[in-house]
């Protein structure tokens, strides 16, 4: 079975950092594609950032040259560094890892079939 669960995250000062991390376990294929999700109150689930099995990412307009995605594939864990945070950056924040068929495409990703329960971000002015 696979589990998926993320950590990090808390409350930040605007123009501050963090990073987030998510362990995915029990994943017996090749990871075509991870990603991390943000979703607000009101508003539907938004892909910020994504990473394929070949390491190319893509991101959404507003958090690019102030994100970074990267995995560590021989622990298997995906983490979203964040810096120069904006209120706007606020949310759920939700990883999530791509089954068999799926993939990524730029911040484009289909069959993203194991999430996390999600970590919130909160940032403060």
């Known amino acids: 079975q696979v589990q998926v669960a993320e950590s990090g995250g808390g409350s930040v000062q605007a123009g501050g950092s963090t990073k987030l991390s998510c362990i995915v376990s029990?994943?017996?294929?090749?990871?075509?594609?991870m990603g991390w999700f943000r979703q607000v109150p009101g508003k539907e689930r938004e892909a910020v950032a994504t990473?394929?099995?070949?390491?190319?990412?893509g991101y959404v307009d507003s958090v690019k040259g102030r994100f970074t995605i990267s995995k560590d594939n021989a622990k298997s864990i995906l983490y979203l560094q964040m810096t120069r945070l904006e209120i706007e950056d606020s949310g759920m924040y939700y990883c999530?890892?791509?089954?068999?068929?799926?993939?990524?495409?730029?911040?484009?990703?289909?069959?993203?079939?194991?999430w996390g329960k999600g970590t919130l971000v909160n940032i403060s002015s």
């Open positions: 990473i394929d099995g070949d390491g190319s990412t």
């Open positions: 999530a890892a791509a089954g068999p068929s799926g993939y990524c495409y730029g911040v484009f990703s289909y069959g993203m079939d194991y």
């Open positions: 029990g994943y017996r294929y090749r990871m075509n594609c």
